[in-house]
Structure formats: C-alpha cells, structure tokens
C-alpha cells in the first residue's frame, strides 16, 4: 500500500487539470479506506496471538478529539451532517495510547456518519464522572459519547452488536455494508485501556448512543503499558482539499449528448467516480438504492440505466424486475454492475431481461463502449421499418420521419409564417398544431427541453438578431458603395474640368467636353441614390433595433403580468380562505347560540310528564324540567317504593316482576323459588317525590333471565318484589329486634370487588 499511497501523494502535489486531479484524490481516498481495513485486520490478529500492547501516554481528551473531528469536517459538509462536540472544560486529562485510541473513535464515527441520513445530527459529549468499583473504592473516569440521528439498532441484537464480522441488516443500512471488525476492534482497544464500551438507542429521539469510559490517572495501568518518552504531540495526517477540487469540478461544462444515464450503487465513491467518468458525454443522474431509482425514473425517464447488484432496500434485480415488467420504461437498456461474477448470478440477471452484465472491479473504457453501442441499437430499433433493409436493392427507398420531426416541422412552419404576427401566443400554436397546451408544452420540452412560450420567444429573438445583423451588414454595404460613389464623383470633375481646359487650348473637341459632362452629372445623380440607400440602409438597422427591443419587452411585460396575475391570484386564495375562516367562525359561533335555546336531555328518550311549566320561568341549574323514559327499551315496568326504601335501591339490582293476569305462584320469603314470575334490573330512578309521595323506579327485562311474555299490553298492572341479600340468622334476628329495615340485594361494583 505504501507503493501505492505514496507517489499518489507525490503526483497531487503537482499541477494538473481539473479532472486528473479529481481522479487521483478519487483513488487516494479508496487506498486510505483499503489501508484502514487491512490495519484493522492486523490489529485484531495481534490481539488474537497476545502480541497486541498499547503504549499510554497523557493526552488533553478535548484537543485529541477535536482533532479527530476535523478529519470528517469534509463528509459533514457535503452531506449537511451538524457535527458538533459538547463539553465542559477544555482540558480533560487522560491516559491513552494516541495511535489505538484514534482507531476507537474513526470506527464509531465512521459507523454514525453511515448510518446518519443527510441533514442530519451527530453530537459527540465528553465528561468526567465517579463510580464504585467492586472493591467499594471510587473511581474517576471519563466519558465519550456518541450520538447520531440516524436509523438506531435493532433492540433484540444490541448483545450481538461488538460480535466479529457481525453486520446490520442490509436493508437497515443506509449505505453498503462493512466488513465487521470495526466495532470488535473498538471493544478489543476499550478493554485494553482497562474501559467500557456500550451500545444503546436514543430514548428522546431516534438513532444510536455509543459510550466508551476509562479510568483516568494512570494507577490503572501496569508499568510496560506507559510510554517512557514525555507527552508527545500527535501526528496528523495531511489532508488534501477535496472542497477545492469538488467546486472546481462543479462547474458547468457542454455535454456531447442530451442523453441522460441514471447510476444506482449504494457506495458513494463509485457514483461520484462514474459521475465523473461520463458526466462529459452524458447527462448524469444519482440514485443510492433501487427504490430511489425507481422514484427518480417516474418522474424523469433516462435513456439508459447502470445498477448495482447487491443494494439495500431494493437490490439491482428487483429493480430490473419492476423497470422490464412495467410498459413505460421496460425499453430502457439496463447495465448490471455487481461483484458476483459466478455463472448462476449472470444468468439469473440475463434472464430477467439485463442488456450487458459488468463485474467489477470494471474498465471505463468498457462501460463507455457498452453505453454507446445499447443506446445506438435502441435508436436503431425505434426507426427500423419491417422488411425494408432485406428489400433495399429491390424496392426504391422511402424516406421516413419520425413522429417529433413531423410534429416540429408543422411547428416551425406556423411560427416563421407567423413570426410578424404580434398575437403569436402559445393557444395558437397548440390549436394549429392539434394538440392541448399542456401536451404541446410537454412534447417540446421532451425535444428542445424548452417550455412553448420561451421557445417561440427564443425564435422570435432570433429572427430579430438575423435582421439585426443583416440590416447591419447592408448598412457596411451601401457605406461603401456611398463612398465608391463619391470617389467616382471627384473623377468625373476632374476629367470634365481637363476636357473643358483641353478643349479651350484647341485640343479637345466640343463633342469630348459634352460626354464628360453628362459622365459627371450621372455620377452626381448616382451619388444622391446610393446616399439615400446607405441612409435607408442605417434606418433598417434602426428598425431592427428596435424590432429586438419590442420583442424582448413584449415578454418582459408578459412575464411581469404573468407574475403580477400569479401574486393577483395568491392574494385571491388568501383573501378567500380567510372569508372561509371567517364564515366558519360565524357558523360555529350561530352554532353555540342556537344550542342555548335548548336544553340537551341526559339520555336519549321519550318525554312522559312535564315537571315546570309556563312561558318565560326561569330555571335553576339542576332543577329537574322533564320525565324521560329511556328509549332503547322496548317495554319496562313502572313502579313506586316508599321514601324509606329509596336508598336501600340502586340502578342495577336485579327484581322479581309478575302481571296482572298472569297466572302466578310465589312462596313467601322464598322469591327465587316461585312460578310465573319474571327477572328485572332496575335502569332508573327518579330523584324527585310524585304526586302519591313516593318515587317512581323504572325497571327493564333482565337479559341473563327468560325473556317477558309478547302477550303484555303497555299500561297493564304489575307488582314487583326486591331480592332481599343472604345474611346469617343472628344478624336476621338482630334486625327484627332493633327494628331495622331488610338488607336488599347490592349489585357487584368495581369498590365492592375490591
């Protein structure tokens, strides 16, 4: 690894272009992960020989942690993780072998940053406490806490949790899964520093709280485990600026294609890594899982797919599964990217309908090949005609367009007819064309990945540059033709004024000085053409200045009425809801005051007596109105008891009832034992005296006992007879005596039970 790591390191110190350089922080970063885990497995092999020592030495635990956080500073940024550390004091001393403890705290942060989700938390807490030992002495220690907003653990495995090579669920875990050594590895080091680890959930909010405690002062450790040498300072790793290279890469470069290539893994670095690779040729988009990816097809379909196999949540094959099974996306090309390369797996996914199958590790080069080569088989198929390529040389070749060319002509064709026309607008178009204006609107997104109005504003503006530009170079044109002409015109003079000077001396004749001069006033009439073609010329160039102007205000003043009708429609709804809120305060309070006008009874029944009467009384509160006789009982009995027996009966006791006409056999004293008789629970009693001095009771059918003869007609007489309790002779003998009333029976109640 050092032979890797190393002129790594060398090369990023020296200048490169923006991608080597991106590529080569790439693979550092990889060599620095493979690095860490194959420590972690030496680490754990020196401890199973017993050849594993650590080496303590004083350390300030606030600074040494704090220098640790600054390592996933990065990471934190770029998932908007809060990472933050709390504690009291700044200098919190402790013995710890520093190159062993590092390891403890990258593995449980490691662990909660990838098991975080984004905008996320993870606070780490350092204190300081006491506890009692075995011994009964006290011990000082100091406190790490961990705690992340992430998924948490699973309650029923938090036993198995520092197990090697124990691994989480896949479908728990954010991200890939690890090896499972890194929380064994922290255990093993814990238990070395003569310290606890433990693992549990949050129990004020969701996610995970790792606690580690050791010993402070160093009375703990045995004298080989202290380091001889004084306090020395940690070293710290150099840290490459991955912010830098990220913003520079950031910036937007001009694709080849449009053509849009959805990559699905769960491991961060191969989708930055592919982004990377073939972000220049296509337009990329990032999924970490197949349901997201499934999410992501929905709502914007791409024209080729590359998927992991192993995933959580939803692995490639079920992915594959849902995208070939489904009419809308099942033409996609899908690359299957896994480690499995055993024949079984290959076949398992060929079948399902995969179009190439890639292991990994893989070769740029090949995946660019493959992508290249599906996307051109699928343009092929869409545009092939049936029989046309095996009866080429036989028949004449028939040029066919697509449905979107010809769609795109009809529009191009109404526009540049149109293009004048100041009420060009989209209902036009879409009219003319025969579609809707949300179907026009998306067809040309689909093409020129434009909404209608900007296009045909697009359109418009052109054609007003073109005339711009031509008018412009009209207008150079006739500049120079202007003074071609004015340099013609000072020959024309020049030779007339020769020819009248040659004709005076005897030289010329009169018919040479006639012809110059006709010359001369072609040329003058001829210059005060071409002025006023170079003076119409600069007013095109005005106009189509102004044609540019008008244009880009006209949808300037569109977009502000278009803004102005939105905020215009927002103020509306407002304005709306709150009449509606308004309406519904009114409602509930005509509600409220309409219920004042009556008096709600108890229970649900029938009124059988009027207790007050007249118009306009007023009534205290608890003053009894109205009799009401329950109305879900179909028949009941009414009968009165004496003031004196009003307490001793209760809603709920069970009474003997026999009718009038009712052929009827009582034994005294002995109510159990009788012929013709009924059961009756008592549901009601009033708490106001009738006009016979006595209180009215209300008696239903009991369901436990036989049913009340159909035969009863309501208003005939009844007589009832209250179940007296079962009470010994002495207490029996005792009443009588002191003249006290029977004890009746008392229903079962939750106090009696008790």
């Known amino acids: 690894m050092t032979m890797i790591i190393s002129p790594i390191e060398n090369l990023l110190k020296k200048d490169f272009d923006t991608s080597t350089k991106a590529t080569l922080l790439t693979i550092h970063k990889n060599a620095n992960r493979i690095l860490r885990l194959i420590n972690q497995l030496l680490d754990v092999r020196k401890f199973d020989k017993g050849q594993m020592q650590i080496k303590c030495s004083e350390t300030n635990l606030v600074g040494y942690v704090n220098e640790v956080l600054k390592e996933f500073e990065y990471q934190s940024e770029n998932r908007k993780i809060k990472l933050s550390l709390e504690t009291n004091t700044d200098n919190l001393p402790v013995?710890?072998?520093?190159?062993?403890?590092?390891?403890?705290?990258?593995?449980?942060?490691?662990?909660?940053?990838?098991?975080?989700?984004?905008?996320?938390?993870?606070?780490?807490?350092?204190s300081?406490?006491?506890?009692?030992?075995?011994?009964?002495?006290?011990?000082?220690?100091?406190?790490?806490?961990?705690?992340?907003?992430?998924?948490?653990?699973?309650?029923?495995?938090?036993?198995?949790?520092?197990?090697?090579?124990?691994?989480?669920?896949?479908?728990?875990?954010?991200?890939?899964?690890?090896?499972?050594?890194?929380?064994?590895?922290?255990?093993?080091?814990?238990?070395?520093?003569?310290?606890?680890?433990?693992?549990?959930?949050?129990?004020?909010?969701?996610?995970?709280?790792?606690?580690?405690?050791?010993?402070?002062?160093?009375?703990?450790?045995?004298?080989?485990?202290?380091?001889?040498?004084?306090?020395?300072?940690?070293?710290?790793?150099?840290?490459?600026?991955?912010?830098?290279?990220?913003?520079?890469?950031?910036k937007t470069t001009k694709r080849k294609t449009n053509l849009k290539v959805l990559v699905v893994d769960d491991d961060e670095y191969i989708r930055e890594y592919l982004e990377n690779e073939l972000g220049d040729t296509y337009k990329i988009m990032l999924s970490s899982n197949g349901e997201e990816a499934l999410n992501s097809i929905y709502s914007n379909v791409p024209d080729l797919i590359i998927s992991d196999v192993v995933m959580p949540i939803m692995d490639g094959i079920d992915l594959l599964k849902k995208i070939k099974t489904n009419s809308n996306f099942s033409h996609i090309p899908v690359i299957l990217l896994t480690s499995k390369i055993e024949h079984e797996d290959r076949i398992k996914g060929l079948e399902i309908g995969a179009d190439a199958y890639i292991a990994k590790p893989f070769k740029t080069d090949e995946i660019l090949v493959r992508i290249n080569n599906l996307i051109s088989n699928r343009k092929l198929l869409k545009g092939k005609y049936s029989g046309a390529q095996d009866q080429a040389d036989k028949i004449?070749?028939?040029?066919?367009?697509?449905?979107?060319?010809?769609?795109?002509?009809?529009?191009?064709?109404?526009?540049?007819?149109?293009?004048?026309?100041?009420?060009?607008?989209?209902?036009?178009?879409?009219?003319?064309?025969?579609?809707?204006?949300?179907?026009?609107?998306?067809?040309?997104?689909?093409?020129?990945?434009?909404?209608?109005?900007?296009?045909?504003?697009?359109?418009?503006?052109?054609?007003?540059?073109?005339?711009?530009?031509?008018?412009?170079?009209?207008?150079?044109?006739?500049?120079?033709?202007?003074?071609?002409?004015?340099?013609?015109?000072?020959?024309?003079?020049?030779?007339?004024?020769?020819?009248?000077?040659?004709?005076?001396?005897?030289?010329?004749?009169?018919?040479?000085?006639?012809?110059?001069?006709?010359?001369?006033?072609?040329?003058?009439a001829k210059i005060i053409t071409q002025e006023n073609k170079y003076i119409t010329s600069k007013n095109e160039v005005l106009n189509a200045t102004m044609e540019l102007n008008r244009i880009s205000a006209e949808y300037a003043e569109k977009n502000a009425k278009a803004s102005s009708d939105k905020q215009t429609a927002l103020s509306s709804q407002f304005d709306t809801e709150a009449q509606v809120n308004k309406l519904k305060n009114q409602y509930k309070n005509y509600q409220i005051r309409n219920g004042l006008y009556y008096i709600t009874a108890p229970q649900d029944g029938y009124v059988?007596?009027?207790?007050?009467?007249?118009?306009?009384?007023?009534?205290?509160?608890?003053?009894?109105?109205?009799?009401?006789?329950?109305?879900?009982?179909?028949?009941?009995?009414?009968?009165?008891?004496?003031?004196?027996?009003?307490?001793?009966?209760?809603?709920?006791?069970?009474?003997?009832?026999?009718?009038?006409?009712?052929?009827?056999?009582?034994?005294?004293?002995?109510?159990?034992?009788?012929?013709?008789?009924?059961?009756?629970?008592?549901?009601?009693?009033?708490?106001?005296?009738?006009?016979?001095?006595?209180?009215?009771?209300?008696?239903?059918?009991?369901?436990?006992?036989?049913?009340?003869?159909?035969?009863?007609?309501?208003?005939?007489?009844?007589?009832?007879?209250?179940?007296?309790?079962?009470?010994?002779?002495?207490?029996?003998?005792?009443?009588?005596?002191?003249?006290?009333?029977?004890?009746?029976?008392?229903?079962?109640?939750?106090?009696?039970?008790?």
């Open 128 to 250: 300081s406490g006491k506890v009692k030992t075995n011994t009964g002495t006290i011990r000082n220690y100091a406190e790490i806490k961990i705690l992340d907003s992430g998924i948490g653990l699973d309650k029923y495995k938090l036993d198995k949790i520092f197990d090697r090579f124990y691994q989480i669920d896949n479908d728990m875990s954010l991200t890939s899964m690890g090896a499972g050594i890194g929380l064994n590895l922290c255990k093993i080091l814990v238990t070395m520093h003569h310290g606890r680890i433990t693992a549990t959930n949050r129990s004020e909010t969701q996610g995970s709280c790792f606690t580690i405690r050791i010993p402070l002062g160093k009375e703990h450790l045995q004298k080989n485990e202290i380091m001889d040498s004084e306090l020395h300072q940690r070293s710290i790793k150099q840290n490459y600026d991955y912010t830098e290279i990220t913003q520079e890469n950031n």
């Open 396 to 524: 004449k070749t028939v040029e066919f367009k697509s449905s979107n060319e010809i769609l795109m002509e009809r529009i191009m064709n109404f526009v540049n007819a149109n293009m004048s026309n100041p009420e060009l607008n989209v209902e036009m178009l879409a009219q003319t064309v025969g579609l809707s204006r949300v179907q026009l609107h998306r067809k040309l997104k689909e093409m020129t990945d434009l909404p209608t109005a900007e296009f045909i504003r697009n359109l418009k503006l052109k054609q007003a540059k073109n005339k711009l530009k031509q008018a412009y170079l009209k207008t150079q044109s006739d500049s120079i033709d202007f003074e071609a002409t004015k340099t013609q015109l000072k020959i024309a003079k020049t030779q007339y004024n020769r020819s009248v000077n040659l004709n005076k001396e005897g030289l010329k004749p009169m018919t040479d000085v006639e012809e110059k001069r006709m010359k001369l006033q072609e040329t003058e």
């Open 608 to 754: 059988n007596r009027a207790l007050q009467s007249g118009i306009g009384e007023t009534i205290k509160e608890g003053t009894a109105v109205v009799s009401i006789m329950p109305a879900k009982y179909d028949i009941a009995v009414e009968t009165y008891i004496e003031p004196m027996d009003f307490p001793l009966i209760n809603k709920g006791e069970k009474v003997r009832v026999w009718f009038d006409g009712w052929p009827t056999i009582v034994f005294s004293g002995w109510p159990d034992v009788s012929y013709g008789t009924f059961g009756g629970i008592i549901v009601a009693k009033e708490n106001f005296i009738s006009p016979n001095g006595k209180y009215r009771v209300l008696i239903a059918p009991d369901p436990k006992d036989k049913k009340w003869p159909k035969q009863l007609s309501i208003g005939a007489g009844t007589q009832t007879l209250a179940l007296l309790d079962d009470v010994p002779i002495w207490f029996e003998i005792w009443r009588t005596l002191n003249g006290f009333p029977p004890n009746f029976y008392q229903p079962a109640t939750e106090n009696t039970k008790k």
């Open 95 to 126: 013995w710890i072998d520093q190159n062993n403890f590092d390891k403890i705290l990258h593995n449980l942060l490691s662990n909660s940053f990838k098991f975080t989700p984004d905008y996320g938390e993870i606070t780490v807490i350092l």
